[in-house]
C-alpha cells in the first residue's frame, strides 16, 4: 500500500468489510453515514458496486469552492491523521458518495459518535448551503482504502 493516503479510487486494494468499534449493532459495517438527503442507503463494502465520477482522484479536483478543503479538515481534525477521501457512486444511484475512510491501523478509533455526528453536521450545513444536495458523505473506519487506475 503506498504513503500516499490520498491516492484514491474505485477498485484497487482487496476488500474486506471494515469493522467499527463501539458501534450499535444495527450498524455493525457502517461506522457513521451523514445525508444531505434523506433517500441515502449505505454502501456496503463490495468494489463492484462502485463507479469512478472522475478519472482524477478527489484530492486533484479543483477546489474552488473549498469543500474538499473543509470537509478533510472536519474529519482530520478530530482525532485522527491519516483521511483518506474519494468521490464515486454506487452503480445504479444518482447521488455521488464522499468516502472518508480512517485506517484502523493509524486510529484505534477513538472518535466518539457524537463528536463525529458533529464533525458530519458541519459538513452537511456546508454542502447545503452551496446548494449541494447530491452528495452523501459516509465515514469508515477500514483496513483498506480505494484508488482511482
Known amino acids: 500500500m503506498p504513503d500516499d493516503l490520498f491516492d484514491l479510487g474505485p477498485l484497487r486494494w482487496p476488500i474486506s468489510r471494515p469493522a467499527c468499534v463501539?458501534?450499535?449493532?444495527?450498524?455493525?459495517?457502517?461506522?457513521?453515514?451523514?445525508?444531505?438527503?434523506?433517500?441515502?442507503?449505505?454502501?456496503?463494502?463490495?468494489t463492484e458496486s462502485l463507479e469512478a465520477v472522475s478519472d482524477k482522484p478527489f484530492n486533484e479536483w479543483v477546489d474552488i469552492t473549498g469543500v474538499r478543503e473543509f470537509i478533510h479538515h472536519e474529519i482530520s481534525s478530530i482525532g485522527?491523521?491519516?483521511?483518506?477521501?474519494?468521490?464515486?457512486?454506487?452503480?445504479g444511484e444518482?447521488?455521488?458518495?464522499?468516502?472518508?475512510?480512517?485506517l484502523k491501523?493509524?486510529?484505534?478509533?477513538?472518535?466518539?459518535?457524537?463528536?463525529?455526528?458533529?464533525s458530519l453536521a458541519r459538513i452537511s450545513g456546508r454542502l447545503s448551503s452551496m446548494g449541494i444536495d447530491d452528495v452523501k458523505v459516509e465515514v469508515w473506519e477500514t483496513d483498506f482504502h480505494l484508488m482511482v487506475v
Request: one cysteine or more; a positive charge; charged letters at 20%.
Open 80 to 91: 485522527t491523521r491519516k483521511v483518506t477521501i474519494e468521490a464515486c457512486r454506487v452503480k
Open 94 to 102: 444518482r447521488n455521488i458518495r464522499l468516502m472518508a475512510f480512517v
Open 22 to 46: 463501539g458501534l450499535p449493532p444495527f450498524m455493525p459495517y457502517h461506522a457513521v453515514c451523514l445525508a444531505t438527503s434523506l433517500d441515502h442507503k449505505q454502501w456496503i463494502p463490495e
Open 105 to 118: 491501523k493509524d486510529n484505534p478509533w477513538i472518535l466518539s459518535i457524537y463528536e463525529l455526528s458533529h
